[in-house]
């Protein structure tokens, strides 16, 4: 359709995207009347704005976008039913571990919400589970907390040292050695599980941070 709305709008699956796809989906083609669903904080003059959504609005062109539209709500639905289950079975859980009386069903959390968090609060169901809320260690995510627990449970005596469970998580360094000098570092080539997938997402994390004592560390120069 030839319009740009991704130039000007970050996520154009956010409030005003969403918004402006919606009414190019009525019948809506005149760009200066988008602008009423422009939010706040979208940082964008309204001439940049209207330039972006100048297209060709060409029949079979606005029937992909409506198809489109529709497969992506369906998948947010999808995502939300999800959610839902995987809350349950947390509450499940919990109750295991905790007296319904002293649940802790408080939505505070250290960690500023992402658009791909679960809607529901991990940090609680984490925390009445594991007895910390883990998703305070730097770098370590909602997502990423839930896939560990997922993938190792609560019982670590499976495995006798952490030496034990950084092998089995396949993040211990393959190292090959000739005449006495480090020749390889590099991990054994195996299928790596969620649990060990979620712990370099964390890695990478913390080499990305803003953060340079955090940085340094990740690089041991610490």
């Not at 029949?59 to 839902?84: G, N, P, V, W």
């Not at 319904?100 to 529901?120: C, R, V």
Request: hydrophobic share 35%; charged share 20%; glycine share 4%.
């Amino acid at each position: 359709m030839n319009i740009k709305p991704h130039t000007v709008i970050h996520d154009v699956t956010g409030k005003t995207g969403l918004a402006i796809v919606e009414a190019i989906i009525k019948g809506e083609s005149d760009p200066h009347k988008f602008l009423q669903f422009v939010n706040n904080n979208i940082k964008a003059n309204d001439q940049m704005i209207v330039n972006s959504l100048q297209g060709n609005w060409r029949s079979e062109l606005l029937y992909l976008l409506e198809d489109c539209h529709k497969c992506y709500l369906y998948y947010c639905d999808r995502i939300a039913t999800c959610d839902q289950a995987i809350e349950k079975q947390l509450n499940t859980y919990q109750k295991d571990v905790l007296p319904e009386s002293i649940i802790d069903t408080s939505t505070n959390s250290a960690k500023q919400a992402t658009k791909n968090t679960p809607k529901f609060n991990t940090c609680s169901y984490l925390k009445g589970i594991l007895g910390v809320d883990v998703t305070t260690i730097f770098g370590l995510s909602d997502i990423s907390a839930l896939e560990i627990l997922t993938e190792t449970g609560t019982d670590m005596k499976k495995w006798e040292t952490s030496k034990h469970f950084v092998s089995w998580l396949n993040l211990c360094p393959n190292n090959k050695i000739s005449c006495g000098k480090l020749v390889s570092s590099m991990v054994m080539k195996k299928k790596p599980n969620i649990a060990s997938q979620a712990f370099r997402n964390t890695a990478n994390g913390v080499q990305k941070s803003d953060k340079l004592a955090w940085r340094l560390f990740y690089k041991n120069e610490v």
